[in-house]
């Protein structure tokens, strides 16, 4: 544990320092600390800059920094809201890395983010930022709602409000595609080379999406740019695995307690941390492989077998766990019922995944358990069940479309799908209103009052939304009755009850 620094034990907590530059050499020196200059103009331009991103890319880059490879500083973007920005510039951009693992704590304290732009406020100032000599890279963690892309087409949405409006205004984007492109603009009217574009979204082939995103919108705009971005900027796709919980104000107080300073920023998270990067950069390209990125030509095989046996099952757990009355994926994953499950859902999605070489899906699976049952992390059921209709298409209707084209089990998938259905009720198996918070979240529900109390009819209520479903599973009278069956067995018999008959009696050697 964390020796505590003298002033814990007589100041209290909100009248602890706030954490900035000023304060890095007195913290107590089991607080790792930025090992660096950070005065160096950025290198770097990160799209949303969350929790994630902070527990996840920065941290990188910061051991980057700190083993001698200068001039990857990132300057952060809000495309949003002001809170991230009001959290970190107090602090210099400073914020803390809590590493949990059981009852074992570590701190770290991050500095390779130099500031937070608000986009919303100042459009211009994001665009000049990403117009500088400096930067060679822009990374994204913008959600999967943040590219506008249509689910079935992978193009972009042009009849998408938010990039119908960037198109009439691209001079004042709101959008990252609209920024990116208006970014690339600037840059090449100033004669400089183009940035790479990473995105780091759990989205599979992120690197190949993004491009149609931005090539969808630089078209429109002006095809001459358009045809330079697409012979001159990479898209590298990634893979990215760390668990991040939302970080609330008891870990805010428990952190001031322990280092003896406050931190309105800081993020919580795993000490399993993974990046796969595909190695195709366009200018001035990090060492990343010198602190533990693995660079590769394939990253598509890491990232789906993430996606659907991670999130997958993360999803899954949501929803049922939710439904059953459980708030944590610890809590949920400790019960043998939901345990049972994991593993039935597991067995059915590995043979499909097409896995790279030297994947070890076993020994994945092992891990996957442990990470699930660190119970200092309280990683909210509710959280992942956030987004639903983006995350659904990835992490489950993949699974269930590949295990239906080889004529593989399903029972478990069908389930995890008809839990997300069950969820948009937006009602707990007690009778009790929630909020589900999901942008398609008003036309779920207004498909499912359409739909009447039936649950085959509500099943093929929310199959109709393309933008959720296509249009193949619809059409497959399978799927249509599996889903029936199963969204008939939750709702007259509960999550918990459901699993506890089908899967609570698998005995693993």
């Known amino acids: 544990m964390l020796r ?51 527990a996840h890319q920065a941290v990188y880059f910061d051991q980057l920094m700190a083993q001698g490879e200068a001039g990857w500083q990132i300057r952060g973007a809000s495309l949003r809201s002001p809170r991230v920005a009001e959290q970190l510039n107090p602090q210099g951009g400073l914020y803390t890395v809590v590493e949990r693992d059981g009852p074992s704590t570590h701190l770290r304290v991050i500095g390779s983010l130099c ?23 822009v990374t994204l963690t913008i959600t999967e709602k943040g590219y506008h892309l249509d689910p079935d087409t992978g193009a972009l949405r042009l009849d998408d409000p938010a990039i119908a409006d960037d198109l009439q205004h691209p001079s004042r984007p709101a959008t990252a595609p609209g920024f990116l492109v208006a970014g690339l603009a600037a840059r090449r009217a100033a004669g400089l080379p183009p940035f790479t574009v990473l995105s780091c979204d759990n989205l599979p082939d992120n690197g190949p999406r993004t491009r149609a995103a931005v090539l969808g919108f630089a078209r429109e705009v002006n095809p001459d740019l358009a045809d330079w971005i697409e012979a001159s900027v990479a898209f590298p796709a990634s893979m990215v ?7 609330t104000p008891e870990d805010v107080d428990a952190l001031a307690e322990m280092a ?47 996606l659907r046996l991670l999130n997958g099952s993360h999803s899954a757990l949501a929803y049922l766990g939710a439904l059953g009355g459980y708030a944590y994926v610890h809590e ?30 076993k020994a994945y699976r092992r891990a996957l358990t442990g990470r699930y049952a660190n119970s200092a992390l309280n990683h909210s059921l509710v959280q992942i069940a956030m987004d639903g209709s983006q995350k ?23 389930l995890a799908v008809a839990a997300w259905i069950r969820w948009q009720f937006g009602e707990s198996e007690q009778g009790e209103a929630f909020t589900v918070d999901d942008p398609l979240a008003e036309m779920t529900a207004s498909a499912l009052r359409d739909a009447g109390p039936k649950p085959g009819d509500r099943v093929n209520a929310l199959l109709s939304i393309e933008a959720i479903f296509g249009r193949d599973l619809k059409a497959d009278p399978a799927i249509v009755e599996g889903l029936t069956l199963n969204l008939t067995d939750l709702m007259q018999n509960g999550a918990r009850n459901c699993l506890a008959r089908r899967f609570g009696q698998r005995e693993d050697g």
Do not use: N
């Not at 209290?12 to 089991?30: F, G, I, T, Y």
């Open 260 to 306: 003896g300073y406050r931190d309105a920023a800081m993020v919580k998270t795993e000490p399993f941390t993974q990046w796969v990067v595909e190695d195709h950069f366009c200018h001035r390209r990090p060492s990343l492989e010198t602190v533990g990125v693995q660079m590769t030509d394939d990253v598509a095989g890491w990232e789906r077998a993430k």
């Open 115 to 137: 500031d937070v732009l608000v986009a919303p406020e100042d459009p211009q100032a994001l665009i000049e930022a990403l117009a500088e000599p400096s930067v060679a890279v």
């Open 241 to 247: 695995d760390r668990i991040v919980p939302a970080t």
């Open 4 to 54: 505590r620094i003298c002033f814990v034990f007589v100041m209290a907590p909100m009248s602890l320092p706030r954490l900035s530059p000023d304060c890095l050499e007195a913290l107590d020196a089991s607080i790792q600390r930025p090992a660096y200059a950070r005065d160096a103009a950025a290198g770097i331009v990160h799209l949303g800059v969350g929790a994630f991103h902070r």
């Open 392 to 414: 659904l298409p990835q992490r489950l209707l993949a699974s269930l479309r590949a295990q239906r084209a080889a004529r593989r089990p399903m029972d478990a998938t069908l």
């Open 332 to 361: 949920a994953i400790a019960d043998p019922v939901y345990a049972g499950f994991v593993e039935q859902l597991w067995d059915e999605v590995e043979p499909v995944i097409e896995a790279p070489a030297g994947f070890d899906a």
